[in-house]
């Protein structure tokens, strides 16, 4: 069960702007507002640029947090939970720890920047971790501008011992947001389809995780074949895909007390769910007649709509993040390409053109792009285009990629790729929207058709 987190600000934010950066600033040409619809605030110290290549990280220091009361291994490790969340959005270069001048810092006094501008830190992140006489951890930090000599933000934290990680993940956020002006995305979960056994006789099971792969814990016994998991964006619901008693079938399931209940006795099989953005509907497809039709059920009175009528395979239904248009993909035109109609089914319309199939579409949160698959030539690559179809790009291909799923900043994009060999399978990858910092997932088992939560309550 998540717990919930106490904060407070230890002191308030300097009213200044902050003076670092100088020529690193003007490097990231904020061309945010052409693909973000915004740009970051000028306290922030990382513009965005999604399209002039690979962004120069930010150096900063994150020296281990300072302890009480025997908390040193607690707080080393939540150092590096931290530290990695922050190196791995490829925005910031954590510098070297052997390179400090000072070794030991906490969040109770004033850095001396003289020893953190030698080292060409332009960032600072003091520390102290301790616990209190009931037993809860209390977390502070301070994030600093070295060249200006201020103060950015001052929080502190508690929570229960067990849930150092989640707090490490906030602290993360809470940095990455004041250092880029975006909200950040570290402390979330993604759901996925673990896979184990030979490749003509896979288990399949759903799993969920913390976004960096810690924490697995897996949600059904993989009696039944599992597909295409989602998150509701307003409970601890997903839905998905199952082959239980031989019939494909939408399940709705709870993931923190396992109740699980199949949405509507259809006639045909039914497939490919996703959420609404308010959480009270469920949009999928149904097969009759050799034919998948695109229909939104209610979830409180499960009444269905049906939103498409073609002789063909409308599926991969996802919503604009206002729920007021959906994406999908159909093959009405001769093969797979990418449509939008109104969320009551009205002007449906092409936006794909390009050489190729398209599938699996997933509108960002933020509204601006979708996400979607692409094959062509033999091979598959994960793109973005904007809502009218223009501004299509590749972030990545190869062998096999499918099943884009969006951070919820709609910064990062997750997927997964398929390895072959009769020794191969499926692993999660990640991709920025410039189409820079690829890296893979860890997972202790094969995984795909991941599903990114929404940031944690």
């Given at each position: ?48 640029d ?33 530290t ?5 959005s ?10 400090y001048?000072?070794?030991?810092i ?8 003289a020893?953190?501008?030698?080292i ?50 906030i602290i ?31 288990t ?19 009696d ?76 409180g ?31 009405r ?16 319309h ?40 223009s ?20 910064r ?8 072959g060999?009769?020794q ?33 309550d």
């Open positions: 069960m998540r717990q919930p987190m106490a904060f407070d600000t230890v002191l308030p934010a300097p009213t200044a702007a902050p003076s670092i950066l100088k020529g690193w600033r003007q490097r990231l040409a904020a061309l945010a507002v052409a693909f973000l619809g915004a740009v970051a605030p000028a306290q922030a110290l990382v513009q965005i999604i399209t002039q290549g690979q962004i120069e990280p930010l150096p900063i220091a994150l020296p281990t947090f300072g302890a009480a009361g025997g908390e040193s291994d607690l707080a080393r490790q939540m150092t590096e939970v931290i990695n969340d922050l190196q791995r490829g925005l910031f270069r954590p510098i070297d720890r052997q390179a001048v000072d070794q030991s906490n969040a109770a006094s004033v850095p001396n920047f020893n953190w501008r030698a060409d830190a332009q960032a600072l992140v003091a520390g102290t971790l301790s616990r209190e006489g009931d037993g809860r951890l209390k977390a502070e930090f301070r994030l600093w501008d070295v060249y200006a000599g201020e103060q950015m933000i001052g929080q502190q934290f508690y929570t229960q011992p067990d849930n150092w990680r989640r707090l490490a993940h993360a956020d809470s940095i990455y947001e004041r250092l880029t002006g975006e909200k950040g995305y570290f402390d979330t979960r993604v759901v996925f389809v673990s896979e184990t056994g030979p490749k003509n006789d896979r399949k099971r759903l799993a969920i995780m913390d976004q960096d792969g810690a924490n697995v814990r897996y949600l059904t016994r993989g039944d074949l599992v597909l295409t998991p989602r998150f509701s964006p307003s409970s601890q619901d997903i839905t998905y895909m199952s082959f239980g008693d031989q019939t494909p079938r939408v399940y709705l399931l709870n993931i923190e007390t396992g109740e699980r209940e199949v949405l509507g006795n259809f006639p045909g099989m039914t497939f490919a769910p996703r959420f609404s953005p308010d959480g009270r509907d469920v949009i999928m497809s149904l097969q009759q007649d050799g034919n998948a039709n695109i229909y939104a059920m209610d979830l009175s499960r009444r269905t709509t049906r939103l498409t009528n073609s002789p063909s395979i409308d599926t991969s239904p996802s919503y604009s993040p206002d729920g007021s248009q959906v994406v999908f993909e159909s093959d035109g001769g093969s797979q390409q990418l449509y939008i109609m109104n969320a009551d089914g009205s002007n449906p092409r936006i794909s053109f390009g050489n190729g199939s398209y599938s699996t579409p997933v509108w960002s949160p933020r509204g601006d792009l979708i996400a979607f698959t692409k094959q062509a030539g033999g091979r598959f690559a994960i793109g973005v285009m904007k809502p009218d179809g501004g299509e790009r590749i972030l990545t291909e190869g062998f096999h990629n499918e099943g884009p799923t969006w951070a919820p900043n709609g990062v994009v997750m997927f997964f790729r398929e390895s060999g009769a191969g399978g499926p692993s999660l990858w990640s991709v920025d929207i410039t189409g820079h910092n690829e890296q893979r997932v860890k997972t202790e088992t094969f995984a795909s058709d991941p599903a990114w939560s929404p940031l944690l």
